[in-house]
């Protein structure tokens, strides 16, 4: 189906998943008629996805089983068949398949890469479809709700110059997570600029009710903020040292110090442990100051000093594997 608009024939889609249901079904849909061409990459789905993508019009390509995946080399390669397809794409508007797109995003990206050609990437406001479903769904809402203007890096869903991602040779597709910030660091150090758009972009579909699954997906966070510091830490950009350090400090140093200095001090140095509920207490005030609700505030506060276990533990599990020489596997929680 041709685009609705002359304009958005020079943008095209890759939308990668695997058995997302109808999740994909509404993911593309949401695409149908807005973009040139859509490229739909399948992951081994076992629910029929990729008949369903053609179904509705989408080129499907399905990855080689016999090399491990990654959404960063299924991006990849969906863009080289979008390229295959049409050549003179400018813009290509990458999308997990359990996000839907919002009507106008697509042409107010286009639009703002048109008005600035300084601009490789743009994204704007992802949110949770069943926000309220779960309270990991309520927290993983308040992490999409990034601020406005320059950035430094953008998620899964954004839109990109297609020329500028040719040049700094698209996504790393050896990484298991963090693919989308790391090739911004790479973007930035050719002197493009990335920009987060005050504009709705996509509704997505954690599908997330069980603390197991939020676990696994800050286990994964940690494993990406890990490697990405050890890929480019020494950069000037610094990239994800800060969070690095963080992760190593509230997750292993000050339970550390505080349980293994209990006996010397009599259990005073347990007071350290008062330092959790104190930085939670300011996450919640931060949030509540952004203009979201007491209820999405509270859980995420309590989720940030939490989470930091997790992610020494995926962040253990990334320098373990560096020293074995090995690579780890896929971190997934749904």
């Given at each position: 189906m041709p685009p609705h608009d002359a304009r958005a024939r020079d943008v095209g889609c890759v939308a990668i998943g695997r058995n997302e249901g109808e999740r994909l079904v509404r993911c593309l849909r949401s695409l149908a008629g807005r973009v040139a061409h859509v490229v739909y990459v399948d992951s081994a789905s076992t629910d029929g996805s990729a008949a369903r993508a053609r179904e509705l019009g989408a080129d499907v390509v399905e990855l080689d089983l016999s090399i491990p995946f990654t959404a960063a080399r299924a991006r990849n390669e969906g863009f080289a068949r979008l390229r295959e397809i049409a050549p003179e794409l400018r813009y290509v508007q990458f999308v997990d398949g359990d996000c839907e797109v919002v009507e106008g995003w697509l042409e107010t990206a286009r639009a703002?890469?048109?008005?600035?050609r300084s601009l490789a990437v743009v994204c704007g406001r992802r949110r949770e479809r069943?926000?309220?479903?779960?309270?990991?769904?309520?927290?993983i809402d308040v992490e999409w709700d990034t601020p406005v203007g320059e950035a430094s890096a953008c998620g899964g869903d954004a839109m990109m110059r297609a020329s500028a991602f040719v040049e700094v040779g698209g996504f790393d597709g050896s990484l298991i997570a963090g693919e989308e910030p790391e090739?911004?660091?790479?973007?930035?150090?050719?002197?493009?600029?990335?920009e987060r758009l005050d504009a709705e972009m996509t509704l997505h579909d954690a599908a997330m009710t069980h603390v197991s699954q939020w676990w696994k997906r800050s286990v994964r966070a940690g494993h990406a903020?890990?490697?990405?510091?050890a890929l480019h830490g020494a950069s000037e950009q610094r990239h994800w040292v800060r969070e690095t350090r963080r992760i190593f400090f509230w997750g292993a140093v000050v339970p550390g110090v505080?349980?293994?200095a209990a006996v010397p001090t009599l259990g005073a140095?347990?007071?350290?442990?008062?330092?959790?509920?104190?930085?939670?207490?300011?996450?919640?005030?931060s949030t509540r100051a952004r203009g979201r609700s007491r209820a999405d505030a509270a859980a995420y506060a309590v989720s940030v000093p939490v989470?930091?276990?997790?992610e020494l533990q995926g962040?253990?599990?990334y320098h373990l594997g560096r020293v074995r020489g090995r690579r780890s596997g896929l971190i997934e929680y749904k």
């Amino acid at each position: 189906m041709p685009p609705h608009d002359a304009r958005a024939r020079d943008v095209g889609c890759v939308a990668i998943g695997r058995n997302e249901g109808e999740r994909l079904v509404r993911c593309l849909r949401s695409l149908a008629g807005r973009v040139a061409h859509v490229v739909y990459v399948d992951s081994a789905s076992t629910d029929g996805s990729a008949a369903r993508a053609r179904e509705l019009g989408a080129d499907v390509v399905e990855l080689d089983l016999s090399i491990p995946f990654t959404a960063a080399r299924a991006r990849n390669e969906g863009f080289a068949r979008l390229r295959e397809i049409a050549p003179e794409l400018r813009y290509v508007q990458f999308v997990d398949g359990d996000c839907e797109v919002v009507e106008g995003w697509l042409e107010t990206a286009r639009a703002r890469l048109e008005q600035d050609r300084s601009l490789a990437v743009v994204c704007g406001r992802r949110r949770e479809r069943f926000k309220d479903a779960s309270v990991w769904n309520r927290i993983i809402d308040v992490e999409w709700d990034t601020p406005v203007g320059e950035a430094s890096a953008c998620g899964g869903d954004a839109m990109m110059r297609a020329s500028a991602f040719v040049e700094v040779g698209g996504f790393d597709g050896s990484l298991i997570a963090g693919e989308e910030p790391e090739l911004c660091v790479r973007l930035r150090r050719a002197g493009h600029r990335i920009e987060r758009l005050d504009a709705e972009m996509t509704l997505h579909d954690a599908a997330m009710t069980h603390v197991s699954q939020w676990w696994k997906r800050s286990v994964r966070a940690g494993h990406a903020f890990a490697e990405g510091a050890a890929l480019h830490g020494a950069s000037e950009q610094r990239h994800w040292v800060r969070e690095t350090r963080r992760i190593f400090f509230w997750g292993a140093v000050v339970p550390g110090v505080a349980i293994g200095a209990a006996v010397p001090t009599l259990g005073a140095s347990l007071a350290l442990l008062a330092a959790y509920p104190v930085s939670a207490s300011r996450i919640y005030r931060s949030t509540r100051a952004r203009g979201r609700s007491r209820a999405d505030a509270a859980a995420y506060a309590v989720s940030v000093p939490v989470g930091r276990f997790a992610e020494l533990q995926g962040a253990l599990k990334y320098h373990l594997g560096r020293v074995r020489g090995r690579r780890s596997g896929l971190i997934e929680y749904k």
